[in-house]
């Protein structure tokens, strides 16, 4: 290819995905050459068939605009002569150049034959931290202008501008490390290749070979230069911390305006971390939108013998916002400038040296394999970090097991890439850092890693710490997937490359284990099958009920004798295969350094099963061996195979954590920890020692700027079957969008009506310019909050994580509709056993555990509304059980003191709400 080829970027509408029974109903051609736009053409196409509903509300193409457009038959020649001496294009280039070229056949004319570039392939590999690759996505990351998705001219004209980018991305990336991915682009699918092949020519033919400014290469790989502004960092902070609320505000070098609730947790804050003589745990509870980041970090922030300040919180978005925007925040207000940074465990990291080694002799030889290597050599020109969760790719492929770093102890100082490697790098910033931020996740799991990563500290902040116990159940929680095993015993089994690998080292004892435990895998495996097939027939699982409890299923002591001895087998054998394993390991160990570049992956990823192997069987043993214990047990199906889980509730004290020791002070926060200060629920969840708690009152006029309405009738127990149940919500909420409310987050306690709802919003809306976003329909939480504010506003329906923790500030939230209560499923396996357990100790689950959980959920939710002194908004509650159940005094009292709580019907709602906001705009 020249600069002179002509690439025909095309993008076809049509009534399906079948070549053999779908028609195109829109083609569009846009024509690139040198970088250009010269030329463009588009059609509508009559099908002669009428348009699937699900195809006119995607495209917005109905059979009224198509039914005087040409048949294909009429433009076939002109399409064919048009594309013929051109490259073709597209995003997604096998359905259009497949469904292209069978409609000109059917219409007489010959397939095309022309050389095919798929720009999805290509936007993975050069635009690897964008959000998404379909064309919507990639004109986000890249600012295009994409007036008419799913149009095929609009389509077609973005695709052409993101061709354009992606060949002048080509250009940027330094000659050898072009060189390299021209040499992987070979694995890639059509003729990607061509585009390399073409770049790398043109760096030739200009002499464009040196460096480029800010990265460095190293043979192949070209990493961008770090910044080590850190340890230039200005230690001066102010020593003198503000107390009283006149002098607080006024001693602050920007026009801050603090609120009294702010004002009031700094102080408390400030108080508890320097006064040794305080008890070592603080809970504070404080509401949504009084800005509880900076009320922890700005009076810590005066304190420089208590860094680095350890902050623990519950979401990505959390951290994003801790360390871009609070840290400037205290520095704008204090002048007090404090280096943040993001901790997280090494797995997440890329292993420089491991990734190059392959680069010289490839593992696989497969296009996914090659396509991800290709994306990391260009993110890594672009990351400073190393952490690969930047890149959107399957983290998954077995690429990234062989690539992610195991820890500062592997690394050799012969290393090509010892001074750049990124956990290297992770730990200097770790040693300077003011404030480290981690999720709970890594906090909890910090218990059981042998190095420990997070440093000693004066000071741990728990953001959100009501989010703390199920993340300690979740790390305490043993999950045994059926699933899983047999793809594991299946590469235990087929060990052939292994055995080839250790040939090498011609070490007899090392083959004879793989030998051995391959004969033992298929013991293994059919003996599992025989107990999976009997433990599912006996558990009594249906199509609603995915989960059961153990001790529903027949005892042990009652199954038939084979059934029990095949259990004792497995036990044994899988006893044995761990003793093997410990064994195979140690003795590898010693010789990794001897096998050949080539052996190298398959001998680590040998050893990872083996791992992954070792560790499921440990749990196997633990749940069907003492089961007189402690543990809740219980079976799920997922993905039609069995899971068996287990956890053991005792052991759920923060005092068993080996991180509690570590720190001399404990805050933890939230705006709902307990009903009030003589309440125990939260400390009895964690088992915390004795502490301190301070209550800081409601910053918002809840009684002028919110109000909840409340249904009279309970429809969620009158409808059945359930899809009227789902149209009634529907309906409430196009009731509500009919009187201008665009602006509602919708919470659900159920994804199965939540995934109904969307359905016939999206029927009911397909012609209008309504942005529903659905969870984990339309995208994860942290997309559909950046689309929302992006959009200025929209209809969310979201689930469990929306009830908490979610931003939405901007833009103004008018409307929350809440479906039902959120109480916990009591008949969940997980929360049954809860509830025995707190039952055993002469607790009531239901007002002690369900009513607690459900009152700091509601209140979680509520919270959603009010973010800023200038919010103002509606509350409907579909459930009447709130005024209308025995517990609802209990209940009412986890809502913010002052709003109005009213009953009425639904038509009297609408009236109400739009009252409110007639009084209050």
Not at 475 to 486: H, K, P, R, T
């Amino acid at each position: 290819m020249t600069d002179k080829t002509t690439y025909a970027v095309v993008d076809i509408e049509t009534t399906g995905t079948s070549p053999e029974t779908d028609k195109i109903i829109q083609f569009a051609c846009v024509l690139v050459q040198n970088n250009e736009i010269i030329n463009y053409f588009s059609t509508d196409v009559n099908p002669l068939k009428k348009i699937p509903k699900n195809i006119e509300q995607l495209t917005g193409i109905s059979n009224e605009q198509v039914k005087n457009a040409p048949y294909f038959e009429d433009i076939a020649p002109m399409i064919k002569q048009l594309i013929s001496d051109c490259v073709f294009v597209a995003h997604n280039v096998y359905f259009d150049y497949a469904f292209l070229n069978s409609e000109l056949s059917r219409s007489g004319e010959e397939k095309l034959q022309t050389k095919c570039i798929d720009t999805v392939e290509l936007s993975q590999i050069l635009f690897p931290t964008s959000q998404g690759f379909r064309v919507t996505d990639l004109a986000d990351f890249l600012e295009l202008e994409h007036e008419n998705p799913h149009q095929a001219l609009s389509d077609a004209y973005v695709t052409a501008e993101l061709f354009i980018c992606l060949s002048q991305k080509m250009m940027m990336i330094p000659y050898v490390t072009l060189k390299k991915m021209l040499e992987l682009s070979y694995n890639l699918g059509v003729d990607n290749h061509l585009m390399f092949e073409k770049a790398l020519m043109k760096k030739e033919k200009d002499g464009f070979n040196h460096p480029f400014y800010g990265t460095k290469t190293i043979e192949c790989v070209t990493l961008k230069n770090k910044k080590y502004l850190f340890k230039e960092k200005n230690d001066d902070v102010g020593t003198t911390y503000p107390f009283d609320l006149t002098e607080n505000s006024q001693s602050f070098l920007s026009d801050f305006v603090p609120r009294k609730a702010q004002l009031e947790m700094m102080d408390t804050i400030y108080s508890f971390v320097n006064n040794e003589d305080e008890e070592k745990n603080l809970m504070v509870e404080v509401s949504t939108g009084s800005g509880k980041s900076l009320g922890y970090l700005l009076p810590l922030s005066y304190n420089r013998k208590k860094f680095p300040i350890i902050v623990s919180t519950s979401t990505i978005l959390l951290q994003e916002q801790l360390i871009d925007q609070t840290l400037e925040q205290v520095k704008e207000i204090t002048g007090n400038h404090l280096f943040g940074m993001v901790l997280k465990s090494n797995r997440h990291f890329i292993d420089l040296d491991k990734f190059y080694l392959t680069l010289l002799e490839k593992p696989v030889n497969q296009k996914q394999y090659a396509l991800n290597q290709m994306a990391i050599l260009t993110w890594l020109m672009e990351t400073e970090t190393g952490d690969l969760d930047e890149i959107n790719l399957n983290k998954s492929h077995v690429l990234f097991e062989h690539v992610k770093h195991m820890g500062r102890h592997t690394l050799s100082s012969d290393s090509l890439f010892f001074e750049e490697d990124f956990i290297k790098y992770l730990e200097e910033k770790k040693e300077v850092a003011d404030v480290i931020v981690v999720n709970h996740a890594f906090l909890c799991e910090e218990s059981k890693r042998q190095t420990k990563l997070i440093p000693k500290s004066s000071v741990l902040i728990i953001d959100e710490s009501h989010k703390l116990v199920s993340s300690i159940e979740n790390q305490e929680l043993i999950s045994i997937s059926f699933g899983l095993i047999y793809s594991l015993l299946k590469k235990i089994r087929e060990s052939e490359e292994l055995s080839y690998s250790l040939h090498q080292l011609n070490n007899q004892k090392l083959t004879q284990a793989v030998n051995l435990l391959s004969n033992f895998s298929q013991d293994v495996r059919e003996d599992l099958q025989r107990l999976e097939q009997f433990m599912i027939e006996v558990s009594n699982f249906t199509e609603s009920k995915k989960e059961v409890s153990f001790d529903d299923v027949e005892k042990i002591s009652n199954w038939p004798l084979p059934m029990r001895k095949n259990l004792k087998e497995l036990l044994t054998i899988l006893t044995e295969i761990n003793h093997i394993s410990t064994d195979f390991k140690n003795e590898v160990f010693t010789h990794l350094t001897q096998v050949e570049i080539g052996s190298y992956f398959d001998v680590l990823d040998y050893l990872t099963s083996l791992e992954r192997l070792s560790e499921w069987s440990l749990h196997f043993i633990a749940y069907f061996r003492n089961l007189e214990d402690s543990n809740a047990r219980w079976l799920a199906i997922k993905d039609k195979h069995l899971q068996l889980k287990m956890l053991d509730f005792s052991m759920l004290s923060i005092k068993n954590m080996s991180w509690y020791e570590q720190f001399e002070k404990i805050v933890y926060t939230s705006s709902t920890l307990q009903l009030d200060v003589d309440s125990t629920y939260f400390e009895s969840q964690l088992d915390i020692p004795v502490s301190r708690k301070v209550r800081i009152e409601d910053s918002f006029n809840y009684h002028d700027k919110a109000k909840l309405l409340v249904i009279s009738e309970n429809k969620a127990e009158q409808y059945h079957p359930k899809d009227d149940y789902a149209n009634y919500i529907a309906k409430v909420l196009i009731d509500y969008y009919a009187i201008g409310k665009t602006s509602m987050l919708v919470l659900f306690t159920s994804h199965h009506v939540l995934k109904q709802v969307y359905h016939i919003l999206q029927n009911h809306f397909h012609h209008q310019e309504v942005d529903i976003f659905a969870q984990d329909i339309t995208g994860t939480k942290e997309k559909i909050v950046k689309k929302y504010i992006k959009n200025n506003g929209g209809i969310i329906l979201g689930a469990n994580s929306f009830w908490e923790g979610v931003d939405l500030s901007l833009p103004t939230l008018d409307l929350i509709i809440m479906t039902k209560l959120p109480f916990d499923p009591p008949k969940r396996p997980m929360i049954e056993a809860k509830y025995h357990y707190l039952e055993s100790l002469g607790k009531n689950p239901f007002y002690e555990e369900a009513i607690p959980q459900a009152g700091m959920r509601l209140r979680q939710g509520l919270g959603r509304l009010l973010r800023s002194e200038n919010d103002r908004g509606v509350i409907l509650l579909l459930d009447n059980r709130l005024l209308k159940a025995s517990y609802s005094k209990q209940l009412l009292g986890y809502l913010p003191i002052g709003l109005e709580v009213e009953e009425c019907t639904l038509e009297e709602s609408l009236e109400e709400a739009i009252l409110f906001f007639e009084n209050n705009n």
